[in-house]
């Protein structure tokens, strides 16, 4: 099993990984001081399992779950017994470690991951966002309807007479407005941004001044639309 | 009076004294830093960032066999995060017995 450790505290990833090399089914291929640098790993590269912790500043263990697409098995680990319910409300988190971990904890950890199916789990912590999933978006481009699943729509940006549709796997220009489309997308996960972009704001990765970051794309946002995107935000 | 020991870095080093060395280089690195950055934030009344630093130094209780400490280190957090630190001086007694403690291994 391929893995990685993300925790801001050095003596933290030291006893995962120590506990991992003791453990000869896990490989340790690479560990993050933090979310973002492990979020920008994880596009570029599979692997089986995470070792998270949740409390790191800015950008929290429970953000990364929400943000990653398709996450491998989570194995998170903190100091707090209380996030213990929250954490299963994902089904990408297979086990939770207190800190500090013993071996004991760890070997049964592990040998409960092999127990189950490597088959990857998919996201579902959000009834709302749930039902969204399943709702689709008609898109005409040269007389066909090409299918849309709204979830997977990450951003649509203005082009004069028409829209770029950026989702996850693919992009499309189709001849509309962004007024048009923005009647057709659900409010609870589209939010205009900048007179030019909608973006679907679960996928936002990080916020900084004045642009939000989806994947890897840099969006403007606008002065007037700033207060309602720092409304709809779970901020701490 | 609280006794910090080696109990729990010695289980998970086992024979691996490399391993074990370089984890208390860690400790000794990790922990004044984030002792100062937990002092500068009580002197400028940010209790709230204090209480992230308390979160920190906590897990080192633990390492450490604090258990105890451990527990009041939760609720101190607590307290932070609602704005009190008037357990700041129990709660430094701890951190000045484990920079003693890190100071003699």
Known sequence: MNCIIIDDELSARAIVKQLCANTPELDVIQEFDNAIEAIKFLNQQDIDLIFLDIHMPGFTGIDLVETIKNPPKIVMTTSDTDFAIAAYEYEAIVDYLVKPITAERF????????????????????????????????????????????????????????????????????HTTLKKIKEKLPENIFLQIHRSFIINFTKIIDIEDNSVLIEKSVIPISRSNRPELMRRLNLL | ??????????????DDEAFKQNFISIL?????????????????????????????????????????????????????????????EEFLEILEIIDGFLKSI
């Open chain 1, 107 to 174: 070997t049964k950890c592990i040998q409960k991951i092999k127990a189950s199916s490597f088959k990857r789990p998919v996201l579902t912590h959000n009834k709302e966002a749930s039902i969204d999933n399943d709702r689709d978006l008609y898109i005409n481009i040269d007389r066909r309807l090409i299918k849309l699943k709204l979830a997977e729509i990450l951003m649509v940006e203005a082009k004069g007479d028409y829209i770029d549709i950026k989702t996850i796997n693919q992009n499309y220009r189709v």
């Open chain 2, 1 to 14: 009076m609280i006794t910090p020991n080696l109990k729990y870095i010695e289980e998970l080093s086992g």
């Open chain 2, 28 to 88: 000794k690195d990790e922990f004044p830093d984030e002792k100062s950055e937990y002092l500068e934030n009580i002197a400028a009344k940010a209790q709230m960032e204090a209480s992230l630093n308390v979160h920190k130094l906590k897990h080192k209780f633990n390492i450490l066999g604090l258990e105890d400490s451990y527990h009041f280190a939760v609720t101190y957090e607590e307290e932070l995060r609602a704005g009190s630190d008037k357990l700041h």
